[in-house]
Nanobody, 115 residues
Framework: VQLQASGGGLVQPGGSLRLSCAAS????????MGWYQQSPGKQRELVAT???????NYADSVKGRFTISRDTAKNTVYLQMNSLKPEDTAVYYC??????????WGQGTLVTVSS
């Protein structure tokens, strides 16, 4: 499985961004995908996940502001980020987990929230 993340950039506080993560390869083996964030000096943390059946899970810090969704035809997962705050600044990584307990990471995409 290969993951290609995109969509990061610079945005002002209160603004929005949409991240995309396109999966390729053995996509039929993927049972969950998600986004994680890593700020300087911090560990990588869960932002949101979505299962093959469509169940979602969010970190408390992003509930009500971020939405994870998927387009199964395009094998792509999205993270719509609204009402962005400076503390959302981080490198965002896409992750895929498979039915065989394999884990794959995409390259990170930098999100900077600053005025």
């Amino acid at each position: 499985v290969q993951l290609q993340a995109s969509g990061g950039g610079l945005v002002q506080p209160g603004g929005s961004l949409r991240l995309s993560c396109a999966a390729s390869g053995r996509v039929s083996s993927i049972n969950v995908m998600g986004w994680y964030q890593q700020s300087p000096g911090k560990q990588r943390e869960l932002v949101a996940t979505i299962t093959r059946s469509g169940n979602t899970n969010y970190a408390d810090s992003v509930k009500g502001r971020f939405t994870i969704s998927r387009d199964t035809a395009k094998n792509t997962v999205y993270l719509q980020m609204n009402s962005l705050k400076p503390e959302d600044t981080a490198v965002y990584y896409c992750k895929a987990g498979t039915y065989y307990q394999n884990v794959y990471w995409g390259q990170g995409t930098l999100v900077t929230v600053s005025s």
